[in-house]
C-alpha cells in the first residue's frame, strides 16, 4: 500500500478536532416549533398517504447535493486547496452523520421526513452554502406564493401526485 | 500539495452504459485472496474517510465472495481512482467480534465487504 | 388520468388544504440551492421523476419468480442486476445518470435464506438501501437505534419486530458497507403450493426483503415500526 501523504495526516487531525455545532439555529427553532407535520396534518384531513408530497422532492435534493464524486471535505483543506465556493456539495455519509447527529440533539421529537430536512437544512447553513437570512427570505417569498394559490399551483417541481389530486379538486 | 484539478465529466465518460462497480472490472491486479481463505481485518489509520467498520478491526473472517473491483471508497473521496482493487465479502463470527454474545447462538454471522488492502492472511 | 375511476358516488380525494411551514422549507431550500448552482432544475426533476417510479413491487416479483423457477433462482443469486433485467429494473441505465447512482451503485446482491440460514440487512454507516429494486426506506432503516442496534443484538431487535428464530438457525446481518446492495430471498413459506407469481409476490413484503419478517400466507402489509431513539449519545 502507498505511503499515506503526511499532508492528509495533518488534516485528519485537523477533522478530529473538529467538533459539529450542533448549537441552535433560531430559524430551524421556530419552524420545529410552529410548523405543522405531516403526521399532524393528514390525521386532521384524512389523508391516507403516510408522506408529505414534498417527500421525495427532498430525497431528491439530497442526492442532487451528493452528486458529485468530489471533495467531500471540502471543508476541511487549507483555503489554497478548496474548491471554489460555489461548488458546495455535501457527501451523502457525511450529511447522514451530521443528520444522526443533529436529530439526537435537536431534532429527535420531529417525525420523519420533517427532521431530515430540518437536518439538512441545519448542515447547510453551519457549512455556510446558505445563510439563515437567506433562507429565512426566500421562505417568506415561497409562502407569499402559495398561500396567493391556495395551495393549487404551477410549480414543475410539485410530484405528480400532488398534480393529480389538484386536477381532481 | 499543489491544488488539485477535478475532472468532473470523468467518472461519467468511463462508466456511462457500464454502470459502477462495472466499469472498474479487470483493472485490479490478481486478487490475493480466494473463496474460502481466512483473512483479518486490519486496523489502518483512517483518513478522514473509511468505510471499513470500526467493529471489524482486528478480527478474522473468512472469504465468502469476490464481488467487484473498485478504488476504495477511501481513495475514491480525494478523486483518486488509479488504485483499483477487489473487494471481498467478508463472514464473521458474531462471538468473535463481541465478547458478550451469548454462545446459546454461536452460529450467527455477520457479513460485509472490505477492500483487498484492509485484509492479510491469517 | 384514464385510470382514474370515473364513479359520480367516489368522493373527491381529501387533500390537506394548508401549506405547512416544512412545506415552505422544503421549497426555499431547494429554490436557494438551485439559485447557488448546486444544481439545476432540470436535474432535480428528473431525478424526482425517477425516484416516483421505484417501490417494492419489483424486489417482491425477483422473489417470486426464484421460489417458481430454480434456474431463475439461481441467476439471481449469483448475478442481481441481471436478474432484475427481467423484473424490469436495469441497475445501470434507466438511472438518469446511465452509469448508476452514486448512492445506489450497480451491484445488487440477492442472500439467499435457508431453513437453517436467516438473513437481515442494515447499513450501519448511513442507511444505504436497494433503492431502484425497492424504493425508498423506511424511516426505522435510517435510524442509529436500528443500524447501531441490529449488528450488536440481531435477535433482540428482530424479536421487537416480531421475529424470532430458533438458536440452530443461523442468523446472518449483511452490513452493505460498500457498493452492494443487498435484498433478501426468503424461504417459500408453507401453505403456498400452486399459487401464482402474482400470489407469492402479494406476500413478499418489503419487510421480508429487507429481512426482518419472514413471508406469511395472508399477510401482505409491513408490520408497524414505531421509531424509537438510541439510549447511547451519538458519536463515530
Known amino acids: 500500500m502507498a505511503e499515506i501523504n503526511p499532508d492528509f495526516i495533518k488534516l485528519d487531525e485537523e477533522m478530529s478536532s473538529r467538533e459539529l455545532d450542533t448549537s441552535p439555529i433560531d430559524l430551524l427553532e421556530q419552524i420545529k416549533r410552529e410548523g405543522r407535520v405531516w403526521e399532524e396534518l393528514s390525521e386532521e384531513y384524512g389523508v391516507e398517504n403516510p408522506d408529505p408530497p414534498w417527500r421525495i ?86 409562502s407569499d406564493r402559495l398561500n396567493m394559490n391556495d395551495g393549487v399551483y404551477e410549480d414543475e417541481a410539485r410530484s405528480s401526485v400532488e398534480l393529480a389530486k389538484a386536477e381532481n379538486q | 500539495m499543489s491544488k488539485p484539478h477535478y475532472d468532473r465529466e470523468h467518472h461519467a465518460k468511463m ?30 489509520p483512517d483518513i478522514f474517510y473509511t468505510r471499513t467498520q470500526v467493529y471489524t478491526r482486528g478480527c478474522e473472517a473468512v472469504v465468502a465472495e469476490l464481488v467487484y473491483e473498485s478504488p476504495p471508497a477511501e481513495d475514491e473521496s480525494w478523486d483518486n481512482t488509479e488504485n483499483v482493487e477487489w473487494f471481498y465479502s467478508l463472514v464473521f463470527k458474531a462471538t468473535d467480534l463481541w465478547p458478550d454474545y451469548h454462545k446459546t447462538f454461536s452460529k450467527d454471522t455477520i457479513e460485509t465487504e472490505i477492500p483487498e488492502h484492509y485484509l492479510e492472511a491469517v | 388520468m384514464s385510470d382514474i375511476k370515473d364513479d359520480h358516488q367516489h368522493p ?54 426464484a421460489w417458481l423457477d430454480p434456474e431463475y433462482k439461481e441467476l439471481a443469486v449469483k448475478d442481481g442486476v441481471k436478474a432484475s433485467l427481467d423484473v424490469g429494473i436495469d441497475w445501470v441505465n434507466s438511472m438518469p445518470t446511465h452509469f448508476g447512482t452514486p448512492s445506489d451503485y450497480c451491484n445488487l446482491r440477492v442472500m439467499e435464506d435457508t431453513p437453517t440460514l436467516k438473513h437481515v440487512v442494515v447499513c450501519t454507516l448511513c442507511s444505504c438501501y436497494p433503492r431502484p429494486i425497492l424504493g425508498q426506506s423506511p424511516e426505522w432503516y435510517r435510524t442509529p437505534n436500528y443500524r447501531r442496534r441490529i449488528v450488536r443484538w440481531p435477535r433482540q431487535v428482530l424479536a421487537e419486530m416480531g421475529l424470532q428464530l430458533p438458536e440452530d438457525v443461523e442468523v446472518r446481518v449483511v452490513d452493505s458497507n460498500q457498493k452492494s446492495r443487498m435484498i433478501v430471498l426468503p424461504v417459500r413459506p408453507e401453505g403456498t403450493e400452486g399459487w401464482t407469481e402474482d400470489q407469492l409476490a402479494e406476500i413478499v413484503t418489503r419487510d421480508c426483503l429487507i429481512g426482518v419478517a419472514m413471508p406469511k400466507p395472508g399477510v401482505t402489509t409491513n408490520g408497524p415500526r414505531p421509531v424509537r431513539k438510541a439510549v447511547n449519545p451519538y458519536h463515530h
Open chain 3, 12 to 65: 373527491p380525494a381529501a387533500m390537506v388544504d394548508e401549506v405547512s411551514e416544512f412545506e415552505i422549507l422544503e421549497l426555499a431550500v431547494r429554490e436557494l440551492a438551485i439559485e447557488k448552482g448546486l444544481f439545476t432544475q432540470e436535474d432535480h426533476n428528473q431525478w424526482t421523476e425517477y425516484m416516483h417510479t421505484l417501490g417494492p413491487a419489483p424486489a417482491a416479483r425477483l422473489v417470486a419468480k
Open chain 1, 57 to 142: 422532492n427532498l430525497e431528491s435534493t439530497c442526492d442532487q447535493l451528493a452528486n458529485g464524486y468530489l471533495s467531500p471535505f471540502n471543508i476541511c483543506r487549507p483555503a489554497e486547496q478548496q474548491e471554489e465556493p460555489d461548488d458546495k456539495k455535501i457527501d451523502a455519509i457525511e450529511r447522514r452523520w451530521e443528520e444522526d447527529q443533529l436529530v439526537s440533539e435537536l431534532y429527535s421529537d420531529v417525525p420523519f421526513p420533517e427532521r431530515t430536512l430540518l437536518a439538512l437544512a441545519h448542515t447547510m447553513i453551519r457549512r455556510g452554502i446558505l445563510s439563515e437570512e437567506e433562507l429565512a427570505v426566500q421562505m417568506k417569498k415561497v
Open chain 2, 15 to 44: 462508466a456511462t452504459g457500464i454502470g459502477d462497480p462495472q466499469c472498474f472490472a479487470g483493472k485490479a491486479p490478481d486478487p490475493k485472496f480466494k473463496v474460502g481463505d481466512r483473512v483479518r481485518v486490519r486496523d489502518l
